[in-house]
């Protein structure tokens, strides 16, 4: 397992941006699929957006398309998730965590690692 840190989180006005950030550490990095979810006061969590270990595929909610960005440096071993056009339905606990055996899906129950989130707040 690798274990992540996410920062980045805030309180933004609607329409705002903000860049969340994953650090990871433990193992090669390199080879894990990496994933955002997000969970919602009284929500269960939700996928946001998938990257493979290339950077070369990734997967977007649909509800997000257009407006969030994953994207990864395997150097630095960072994932990141750019947002942008922030709604107050984006306001949630945000995590990120990593698959193992690079698949980059859409589920839960594939990502063996998981940070403890960041909050994300975006006020109307």
């Known amino acids: 397992q690798v274990q992540l840190v996410e920062s980045g989180g805030g309180l933004v006005q609607a329409g705002g941006s903000l860049r969340l950030s994953c650090a990871a550490s433990?193992?090669?990095?390199?080879?894990?699929?990496m994933g955002w979810f997000r969970q919602a006061p009284g929500k269960e969590r939700e996928f946001v957006a998938a990257?493979?270990?290339?950077?070369?595929?990734?997967y977007h909610a649909d509800s997000q398309k257009g407006r969030f960005t994953i994207s990864r440096d395997n150097a630095k071993n960072m994932v990141y998730l750019q947002m942008n056009s922030l709604k107050p339905e984006d306001t949630a606990v945000y995590y990120c965590?990593?698959?193992?055996?690079?698949?980059?899906?859409?589920?839960?129950?594939?990502?063996?690692?998981w940070g403890q989130g960041t909050q994300v707040t975006v006020s109307s």
């Open positions: 965590a990593a698959d193992g055996r690079g698949r980059g899906s859409p589920l839960e129950r594939y990502y063996d690692s």
């Open positions: 433990g193992r090669t990095f390199s080879n894990y699929a």
């Open positions: 990257i493979k270990w290339s950077a070369g595929y990734t």
